[in-house]
């Protein structure tokens, strides 16, 4: 039995799962965009996700799909047998005609798949250029950046594609450039869970504000039980330790990083194609956790010393009035609140990525603070549609005795991982 698969997709999307959310939770998985996921999702055709993968591996592609609402089978591959020996039919000069005038053919194999079946610096057996092929390797660009409009080759873990083959609006390969026209098509997905290298911050269209919370709920839709329980318990821990005076609030505001790192975790392992557990809600403490720590005492001290100055303007500006009308006394403090929450907008954005790019990426408090304000600022519209949306969605969940809560607060929670995925990688 062959110990390589490939995973196909149905062409179904599984029963209970909304369209739009399985294109949105496969966009964000896979980084590509919404447009090609939707060519795929919505095709209604039996595609080849992934060839050439050991069990373990595609196992793993598997669960994710899964998870996201795709009808997928493991197919076992059967081994391609060439014959011992090549018998032709007299007259037949073809096989003698490339031995003669390629002589390449016999001096040099694919760098693919190893097959001695070269000629004018083509494989015969796979169809790829090779000088080309070459070239993609040594520039380490992955074959999903060539032009969609005339894919030559994919990598080593994709389908092969033919010279005169043509991509849709997704990256996936019809089984016709390998000459056979009855093999399901293969969709090329080459950048599987390579986590990449941070680039970001970039800036993103306002759309992706709605797109966060989206990818958010996906996550929280894998495992709801492990977010609620994990949510309430942290709930519980804050009310417990709010009661300490002093001790209590400055505690809370310090483990706060803390506690969200290990939500970004559950969110990666989810990625990964893992689950999240309701142990992840402590596993911020094995993470840079001395960092994490420092950036909720940064918050702290920022959000500490802004309430002072206002507190000061405030107090300034009803001195001044000399105790005057209600009217004007609140007139009067109004413009000093205003400038308050001028400081308090910037303290949340150096904070609101900070702890993905500590636990995440390992970098240093101070660092990622200031990634963070920069990852806002160049996101303000998508920041503020994210922001409107997440208020709206904390009043309804409010509304049946807090109850909706127990959904939007893992949901808001998860999505500021797929934020932070978003804007810092390419």
């Known amino acids: 039995m062959s110990d390589q698969f490939k995973v196909v997709f149905s062409g179904t999307i599984a029963e209970g799962f909304e369209p739009e959310m399985v294109i949105s939770a496969f966009a964000e998985k896979f980084r590509c965009s919404e447009a090609k996921a939707r060519g795929l999702v919505l095709s209604g055709k039996e595609t080849v996700i992934k060839s050439d993968l050991d069990k373990a591996k595609a196992e793993k592609y598997r669960s994710v799909l899964v998870a996201m609402g795709l009808e997928v089978e493991l197919v076992a591959q059967q081994p391609v047998v060439k014959p011992a020996m090549a018998f032709e039919l007299e007259g037949d000069d073809s096989a003698s005609d490339t031995d003669v005038s390629s002589p390449v053919a016999n001096s040099q194999s694919c760098p693919k798949c190893g097959s ?12 790829i250029v090779i000088s080309k092929y070459l070239a993609i390797q040594e520039s380490g660009q992955a074959f999903t950046a060539a032009p969609v409009a005339a894919p030559e080759s994919s990598d080593n873990d994709s389908a092969t594609v033919s010279e005169n083959s043509s991509s849709a609006a997704f990256d996936y390969h019809p089984a016709a450039s390998n000459g056979n026209p009855y093999q399901a098509p293969e969709a090329d997905l080459s950048q599987e869970y390579e986590e990449g290298e941070l680039d970001g911050p970039f800036s993103v269209p306002a759309g992706h504000g709605l797109n966060w919370l989206t990818g958010g709920f996906n996550h929280f839709r894998q495992n709801p039980v492990a977010w609620i329980v994990a949510i309430v318990i942290w709930i519980v821990l804050s009310t417990v330790l709010s009661l300490i005076p002093f001790v209590g609030s400055l505690a809370i505001t310090l483990l706060s990083p803390v506690v969200t790192a290990g939500f970004m975790l559950g969110c990666q392992a989810q990625e990964e194609g893992g689950d999240f557990r309701i142990g992840h809600l402590f596993s911020g403490f094995s993470s840079n956790v001395g960092q994490l720590i420092l950036v909720g005492l940064l918050y702290l001290v920022s959000m500490v010393v802004t309430v002072v100055a206002i507190m000061l303007l405030v107090g300034g500006s009803v001195f001044m009035m000399g105790g005057g009308s209600p009217d004007s006394m609140g007139a009067g403090m109004l413009l000093p609140a205003l400038i308050g929450l001028l400081f308090v907008v910037p303290i949340i954005m150096a904070y609101w990525f900070a702890p993905a790019l500590v636990a995440l990426n390992g970098i240093p408090a101070v660092t990622a603070m200031k990634m963070s304000f920069s990852a806002c600022l160049k996101n303000m519209l998508p920041g503020l549609v994210y922001s409107l949306l997440a ?11 807090g109850l909706g809560l127990l959904v939007v607060i893992p949901m808001i929670s998860a999505s500021m991982y797929t934020s932070y995925r978003d804007i810092f990688y390419s």
């Open 116 to 127: 001695k079946q070269v000629a004018d610096d083509r494989c015969l057996d796979c169809k």
């Open 391 to 401: 208020t709206v969605l904390i009043f309804v969940g409010a509304i049946p005795l």
